[in-house]
Every structure is written in C-alpha cells, then in structure tokens.
C-alpha cells in the first residue's frame, strides 16, 4: 500500500542526523516537524526568518503571527531564532543549511528538479527553492510516486521550467526510496507491501535494481 503524506514525512524524519540545521519545503517536507527522531536534535529553518520551529500547533497554541514560509501557523522551538528574510536567506545561500527538504513535480536521472511552476497555472513563485539546491549540503525531494493521472514523475528527463540542475541525491515517494546516480534512479526500500512491478511501471526513467529490496521501516 502506498504511504500517506504524514507515513512519507515520518521516512524522512529518519535521515534528519543529530545537529542537522534544516529547511523544510512547502508541502509533505513540513510534516517531518512533528516527527524527528526523540534522540536526536535538529533546527528547523524556515526562509521566511525563523530557526528552531517546532512541530505544528495544537489548537490552544495557535499564533497568527508565528507563521513558516508556507504562511501555516507553527511553534518555536527552545533557543529559537527570529530574524528577517535577509539573513535567512544569507545563511542558505553561505551554505549554513545542512539538510533540505523539498518537493517537486518532476526529478529526472540526472538529478534535475522541477518544482516551481506549471506553465499555463498561476504560481506564487519560486520562493526559495533555487536558492536551497545551490547552497544547501544534502537535498532530498518528496512527493508522490505519479501524479494524480498515473502520469510517472520520476522522469529521463524533466519537461517543466527547472528549479536545479544536477543537484538531488535522493527521493522518497509513497512507494520506494531511490538515490539518484549514473543517470538512473536506484531503488533502495520500497514502502510497506508495494510490490516492486508497480515501482517499475511508475518510473519512466532508468530504474535499477540491484539484488532483494527491504521494506521501509515507518515508526
């Protein structure tokens, strides 16, 4: 079965690594906030001027003013910081941010990602992504396997507007992970009781896969 958008935001919980400064991107990438590893602590940035968010907001510690890039109302985590979007921005582009989060609508077995626009379709932007895929040490994208007409989004080749070239090493779908390496998509773990002939016929660029493939483990 395919994982749900918070099973998928567990998975990557699980590469968070324990003193990780982390942008998390718009979408499936926010819910990892609400669950990082208990033994470990990591600080969550957002480009709009906030490091050490916390997990989304229980009702009665809902602030209209705490907001994250996606403008969703979040919490502060202990020693948090509050800054304006400058320096937020000055730290991703130095290379300050260890770890990204991102979602997209294509990658292709270069490691391309397109996540920013679909012509014909209004967009608020590029926000910060472009900025991330150039200065961030460790980019991993997430999204759905296909897109909501079966339609493969693990590509030969990306076909929409690119947000970054040769850039992602990683990705994890509501079926499988796959690193990306000499131009093909290596699948690494498939999610719980997906069979591996449905991973082969969602990806249209070149799949390999190399001996048996665990099953992801979802805590």
Known sequence: ??????????????????????????????????????????????ENGLLGMGPYPTEDQVDADMINAGKETVTAAAGASIFDSAESFAMIRGGHVDFTVLGAFEVDVSGSIASWMIPGKLIKGMGGAMDL????????????????????????????????????????????????????????????????????????GKLVIDGDIPEMTIN
């Open 1 to 46: 079965m395919a994982l749900s958008r918070d099973q998928i935001a567990m998975r990557v919980a699980q590469e968070f690594e324990d003193g990780n400064y982390v942008n998390l991107g718009i979408g499936i990438p926010t819910l990892a906030a609400n669950y990082v590893p208990k033994h470990i602590e990591v600080m969550l940035q957002s």
């Open 133 to 204: 895929v150039a200065g961030a040490k460790n980019i991993i994208v997430t999204m759905t396997h296909a897109d909501k007409h079966g339609n493969s989004k693990l590509l030969p080749a990306c076909t929409l507007p690119l947000t970054g070239v040769n850039c992602i090493t990683r990705i994890i779908t509501d079926l499988a992970v796959l690193e990306v390496k000499d131009k093909a998509f290596h699948l690494r773990e498939r999610a719980p009781g997906v069979d591996i002939k449905e991973i082969i016929e969602k990806t249209a």
